[in-house]
């Protein structure tokens, strides 16, 4: 595509606008939208309105721009998050039923943990993450597992820093991250109390797919000081049934 009089491409524009939009900023006008995104102003208007046009944004009755439902069909066509979703429910639902915590399920995406779904008690307690969320691998008991069984450059990688604290327990010293991933590895699951809530502790283990390597990370989130062993075993017997609906056959 061809490049703007500041070099980017028209596809890195496109990027930046449907990047402004987050879980919480669902809906912005075109001017809030440009200066998000570095762009400006007739630039802006000119890419909203063509993807408005085209379905991909869509405008309110305010004259707000938001993410138009055409963009999350395209985006679920074929999509391996939408599998895992899916296959994913079921075990969900039982480890949540039994645990009554928040249950999720994180895949890696860009050396995040991007949470893909999430079910809920009413009577659950503190959760920082939701569906379409991201953590740092290096903050959460789910990014934990994908680092930890993710490949040697990925690793280096998120080792090589930074390291952002989201709470004074956060693991950001190079050498004691080293050591939790070589214990989870070993134990097969990740333990994260106080990584990411101070109130709360995260429990994950990993799902392989038909190729026998980690496809996401299956987690709840408990209260602090709840016990651990009970809402493990949930867990693991969740994490054995969504293999095998992946076409896991093996014993890692």
């Not at 604290?165 to 004691?176: I, P, R, W």
């Amino acid at each position: 595509m061809p490049n703007s009089p500041s070099g980017d491409s028209s596809t890195d524009r496109l990027i930046r606008v449907l990047e402004s939009f987050t879980s919480t900023r669902t809906a912005q006008t075109a001017a809030e939208i440009g200066r998000r995104a570095g762009l400006p102003a007739s630039s802006a208007h000119r890419i909203v309105g063509e993807l408005v046009a085209t379905g991909l944004l869509e405008r309110d009755d305010d004259r707000r721009v938001r993410i138009g439902m055409r963009l999350w069909e395209l985006a679920t066509r074929s999509s391996r998050a939408l599998r895992l979703r899916q296959a994913a429910l079921g075990p969900m639902e039982r480890v949540q039923r039994r645990v009554r915590e928040h249950t999720q399920l994180a895949i890696l995406e860009q050396d995040e943990a991007l949470f893909v779904e999430q079910l809920s008690d009413p009577d659950s307690g503190s959760n920082a993450t939701r569906v379409a969320g991201r953590l740092p691998l290096h903050a959460s008991s789910s990014g934990l597992v994908l680092l930890a069984f993710g490949d040697r450059a990925l690793q280096e990688r998120v080792l090589a820093g930074p390291l952002s604290a989201l709470t004074g327990e956060t693991l950001v010293d190079q050498a004691a991250l080293r050591r939790k991933l070589a214990e989870v590895r070993a134990l097969g699951h990740a333990l994260a109390p106080g990584f990411v809530d101070a109130d709360a502790t995260g429990l994950a283990v990993p799902v392989r797919d038909e190729t026998g390597a980690v496809a996401a990370a299956l987690s709840v989130v408990l209260r602090r000081g709840m016990p651990v062993e009970p809402a493990l075993a949930e867990l693991r017997v969740g994490k054995l049934e969504l293999e095998r609906a992946l076409g896991f056959r093996g014993r890692a």
